[in-house]
């Protein structure tokens, strides 16, 4: 009887200490969600901040951007989760021609996404870059496919016998590329095409230093790439999956390498120019959030940034990379970018909608419409700030000229 009590007592023992542990834990809980205050080490932990997060001499605050972008009142719950500040990019190229590039700059963490419109758009982007990177050296470059207008300006223009692109002009800690592509290294005639001339570009880097994976390295955590990188406190760029890294596509769009950066709880998406069926994939084979910003896809054209994946990620904010009017590539006015079909869609979501460029008659051949256009967070709300206009697509007059907004948007 007596081993029996003493049983008894011990699991009694147990079970209250089970129960305090609870209580502890559900406490510690309750209180980081700040829904109750503890009497002890709460000032600095629980208002969700460091001296890094608001600091304002961080490059950031050069940009435009002002203190009251990251209000800690926040609905999302940002104010719960200490980051780094944050500004993503996305400069004029210097000339008439559609193309990409965003620079992504956290701390002293500069990441390149893309390099067009063309080879001459070179040196516009290295006079940007070069506002905010000091030290010379970019931390990542991705390249998402092989179109011109996205790796032309990592060749840059040849002169004295050498390239100033940008895969010369800076040391490259790591490059992360395509996986696949339709394009040929030599031309029709036998001459070295932009595409043999990138190879050489990246075979340059690599002799300097560079680390270079694939999309798919990155995905599978293979030849010493990550699925996940930390760019900075609470920053993570994060590369996604789609089909096409593994199956051909007779569209060079559709190799586009996709990426997610995410800022506590704010989600910021890139998918270069991937197309409906890219797109579908993307959707189907990740958990995709919804996002504060999308980069349009392929420049706001009616074949890309279709409902399958807006629906899903429901952007806030939306910036086409494009010279909005231009004949590039059609004559048909509807699907100049950014299209109408593009307009219809996003319309369901956001307003907010900013474009680089538009077509002018002056000399260049352009004009600011957004001008440069940065985004900027500590993890809480997103401000937007244009060089030349703050306005929406929908307030532009070219807008207004050449496009109708939904009823329903």
């Given at each position: 009887?007596?081993?029996?009590?003493?049983?008894?007592?011990?699991?009694?023992?147990?079970?209250?200490?089970?129960?305090?542990?609870?209580?502890?834990?559900?406490?510690?809980?309750?209180?980081q969600?700040?829904?109750?205050?503890?009497?002890?080490?709460?000032?600095?932990?629980?208002?969700?901040?460091?001296?890094?997060?608001?600091?304002?001499?961080?490059?950031?605050?050069?940009?435009?951007?002002?203190?009251?972008?990251?209000d800690?009142?926040?609905?999302?719950?940002?104010?719960?989760?200490?980051?780094?500040?944050l500004?993503?990019?996305?400069?004029?190229?210097?000339?008439?021609?559609?193309?990409d590039?965003?620079?992504i700059?956290?701390?002293?963490?500069?990441?390149?996404?893309?390099?067009?419109?063309?080879?001459?758009?070179?040196?516009a982007?290295?006079?940007?870059?070069?506002?905010?990177?000091?030290?010379?050296?970019?931390?990542?470059?991705?390249?998402?496919?092989?179109?011109?207008?996205?790796?032309?300006g990592?060749?840059?223009?040849?002169?004295?016998?050498?390239?100033?692109?940008?895969?010369?002009?800076y040391?490259?800690?790591?490059?992360?590329?395509?996986?696949?592509?339709?394009?040929?290294?030599?031309?029709?005639?036998?001459?070295?095409?932009?595409?043999?001339?990138?190879?050489?570009?990246?075979?340059?880097a690599?002799?300097?230093?560079?680390?270079?994976?694939?999309?798919?390295?990155?995905?599978?955590?293979?030849?010493?790439?990550?699925?996940?990188?930390?760019?900075?406190?609470?920053i993570?760029?994060?590369?996604?999956?789609?089909?096409?890294?593994?199956?051909?596509?007779?569209?060079?769009?559709?190799?586009?390498?996709?990426?997610?950066?995410?800022?506590?709880?704010?989600?910021?998406?890139?998918?270069?120019?991937?197309?409906?069926?890219?797109?579908?994939?993307?959707?189907?084979?990740?958990?995709?959030?919804?996002?504060?910003?999308f980069?349009?896809?392929?420049?706001?054209?009616?074949?890309?940034?279709?409902?399958?994946?807006?629906?899903?990620?429901?952007?806030?904010?939306?910036?086409?990379?494009?010279?909005?009017?231009?004949?590039?590539?059609?004559?048909?006015?509807?699907?100049?970018?950014?299209?109408?079909?593009?307009?219809?869609?996003?319309?369901?979501?956001?307003?907010?909608?900013?474009?680089?460029?538009?077509v002018?008659?002056?000399?260049?051949?352009?004009?600011?419409?957004?001008?440069?256009?940065?985004?900027?967070?500590?993890?809480?709300?997103?401000?937007?700030?244009?060089?030349?206009?703050?306005?929406?697509?929908r307030?532009?007059?070219?807008?207004?000229?050449?496009?109708?907004w939904?009823?329903?948007?």
């Open positions: 009887m007596a081993g029996r009590r003493r049983k008894g007592k011990r699991l009694g023992l147990l079970v209250l200490v089970i129960l305090l542990a609870l209580v502890i834990a559900g406490c510690y809980i309750l209180w969600r700040g829904y109750i205050d503890l009497p002890f080490g709460t000032e600095s932990a629980s208002d969700g901040s460091d001296s890094t997060a608001s600091d304002s001499s961080d490059s950031t605050a050069s940009d435009g951007s002002d203190s009251t972008a990251s800690s009142s926040d609905s999302s719950g940002g104010a719960d989760i200490v980051t780094e500040n500004s993503i990019h996305f400069p004029m190229l210097g000339n008439a021609y559609t193309g590039c965003v620079l700059k956290t701390g002293d963490t500069e990441v390149l996404i893309d390099a067009g419109s063309r080879q001459s758009s070179a040196a982007i290295s006079d940007y870059i070069d506002e905010y990177c000091t030290d010379g050296v970019l931390e990542y470059v991705i390249a998402t496919h092989a179109d011109r207008d996205h790796i032309a990592l060749v840059g223009t040849k002169s004295g016998g050498s390239y100033n692109g940008i895969l010369y002009e040391r490259v800690g790591t490059l992360i590329q395509f996986v696949r592509t339709n394009k040929s290294a030599q031309t029709d005639s036998g001459g070295v095409s932009l595409y043999g001339n990138y190879l050489e570009a990246v075979s340059y690599v002799a300097q230093g560079t680390q270079v994976y694939t999309a798919l390295d990155c995905w599978n955590n293979a030849n010493g790439a990550a699925r996940s990188y930390t760019l900075s406190e609470g993570t760029m994060n590369f996604l999956y789609q089909r096409f890294y593994e199956e051909s596509s007779s569209d060079e769009n559709n190799y586009s390498v996709c990426m997610l950066l995410t800022q506590g709880q704010n989600n910021y998406l890139f998918t270069g120019d991937l197309e409906a069926e890219g797109e579908e994939s993307l959707v189907e084979e990740n958990d995709l959030p919804e996002c504060k910003l980069k349009a896809g392929h420049h706001g054209s009616p074949t890309s940034s279709n409902d399958v994946l807006l629906s899903v990620i429901r952007p806030e904010i939306v910036v086409v990379c494009c010279c909005c009017g231009s004949d590039e590539y059609t004559d048909n006015v509807a699907n100049m970018f950014p299209s109408q079909a593009f307009v219809d869609r996003v319309a369901k979501y956001t307003d907010r909608i900013y474009v680089t460029t538009v002018s008659e002056n000399d260049a051949g352009f004009e600011p419409m957004n001008g440069n256009i940065v985004l900027s967070s500590d993890g809480g709300e997103v401000s937007v700030r244009c060089s030349a206009s703050d306005l929406v697509f307030e532009s007059e070219w807008f207004k000229e050449n496009r109708t939904p009823s329903a948007g």
